[in-house]
């Protein structure tokens, strides 16, 4: 019997993820190659993109980074047809790519409700379908999406009616496409993190209007660290996860459960 940390492993994995060239994204990517893996940073930003895959090659792994607008279907079918040419095969693909906006309902203009809902939950369907086609094809394949605790909860003071709703989507849009794709052997399931001390979310922290609200409405009175989603997305990618699919990991320092 393999020792149970093996299971853990991504050596020799091939993996996709999306806004991999800043936050959670790069963080993401650093765990999957120190686990083994040889990465494509499909990411929107042609400066932050190539330098996360250069810190994977430094990393001693493969990389490569592909300009991808994850809202537009021809550009995600380019990249999965460019990550395919290069690597022969997709194990696994994490859907991390994500915008947000912070107005009241009433103030909210229609082409931004929809860009969000593009981006955070049509874009993480393309993705899912166009990988998914290819992993089911191989009957092997693992998908994460990462929706948020905003998909279970309502967060205060900050108004994002059309985030709450795009992660609460992702969430059974999660559960849809497990139900699938169980009998391809094609597992999908998602992250829910809770507040994330980024370099972005950072100075909101410090700043009593909200930093001073959220804190002490999380029992484990702090935010999380980006590292700390690390070794969860690498159990949800990897074979230690085995028998797990349409399941949502909530990682938000307790805040859902008040
Ligand atoms: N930071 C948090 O506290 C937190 C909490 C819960 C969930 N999340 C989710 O985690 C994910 C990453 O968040 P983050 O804080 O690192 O955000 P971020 O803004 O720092 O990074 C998002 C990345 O996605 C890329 N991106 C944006 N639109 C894209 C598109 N159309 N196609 C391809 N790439 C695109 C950006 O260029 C960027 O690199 C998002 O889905 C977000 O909703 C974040």
Redesign the pocket.
């Known amino acids: 019997m393999a020792n149970v940390l093996e299971k853990f492993s991504l050596v020799d994995q091939v993996g996709i993820v ?8 790069r963080t993401f990517c650093h765990a999957f190659a120190e686990a083994g893996a040889d990465i494509i940073v ?4 042609a400066k ?2 190539p330098h996360v895959a250069d810190e994977i090659a430094r990393l001693g792994r493969r990389s490569m980074f592909v300009e ?5 279907q021809a550009s995600v079918q380019q990249m999965v047809a460019e990550a395919l040419s290069t690597f022969g095969r997709i194990d696994f693909l994490m859907n ?5 906006q912070h107005l009241p309902a009433e103030q909210v203009d229609v082409e931004d409700w929809r860009r969000v809902l593009d ?2 939950l049509t ?1 993480v369907f393309l993705c899912c379908q166009a990988v998914g086609r290819h992993m089911l094809e191989r009957r092997s394949g693992r998908i994460i999406n ?5 998909g279970l909860i309502v967060n205060f003071p900050q108004c994002q009616a059309s ?1 709450n709703a795009s ?1 609460a989507a992702v969430i059974h849009l999660t559960k849809s496409l497990a139900s699938e794709w169980a009998s391809g052997n094609v597992r999908v399931n998602a992250i ?5 001390n ?4 950072q100075p909101f922290f410090d700043d009593p209007a909200y930093g001073g609200v959220w804190i002490p409405a999380i029992p484990m009175k702090r ?2 660290e ?1 590292e700390e989603l690390g070794p969860v997305a690498v159990f949800l990618a990897s074979e230690a996860s085995s028998y797990i699919t349409g399941a949502t990991l909530v990682v938000d320092g307790g805040y859902t459960i008040w």
């Open positions: 999306t806004g991999g060239g800043q936050g959670l994204g499909a990411e929107i930003n932050t993109g991808t607008d994850v809202s537009d991390n790519a994500g915008i947000v981006v955070n874009g990462i929706a948020s605790m905003s985030y992660k829910a993190p809770g507040y994330m980024t370099a972005m979310a935010p999380g980006p």
